[in-house]
């Protein structure tokens, strides 16, 4: 059974920081790419991170030197490490999986259901 599920959004202060965690069932984690977006109320979901299956990452411009995207090859797990946060960076936050390298996100098979992050000023 395909399956994503994310923990650990939360509320934080601007500045501070939270770390999300994707599990993936078995035939998920097989797949190429698993990546991070975000969506904020009223607006497109936008890309944030993605990591390869040998440990490539791509950040989005604006999370570069905030945001470390990494997996847990024993857990089926990828993690977002979430550093500097402001409070732009408030949305919901999908972990997806792709059957190739890519940052798009009609390219990506798979979807969790999403964990909220909200950032205060």
């Known amino acids: 059974q395909v399956q994503l599920v994310e923990s650990g959004g939360g509320l934080a202060q601007a500045g501070g920081s939270l770390r999300l965690s994707c599990a993936a069932s078995?035939?998920?984690?097989?797949?190429?790419?698993m990546g991070w977006f975000f969506q904020a109320p009223g607006k497109e979901r936008e890309f944030v991170a993605a990591?390869?299956?040998?440990?490539?990452?791509y950040y989005a411009d604006s999370v570069k030197g905030r945001f470390t995207i990494s997996r847990d090859y024993a857990k089926n797990t990828v993690l977002l490490q979430m550093n500097s946060l402001k409070p732009e960076d408030t949305a919901v936050y999908y972990c997806?999986?792709?059957?190739?390298?890519?940052?798009?996100?009609?390219?990506?098979?798979?979807w969790g259901q999403g964990t909220q992050v909200t950032v205060s000023s």
């Open positions: 990591i390869s299956w040998s440990g490539s990452v």
């Open positions: 997806a999986a792709a059957p190739k390298w890519t940052k798009v996100a009609y390219e990506y098979d798979y």
């Open positions: 078995a035939q998920t984690w097989r797949t190429n790419t």
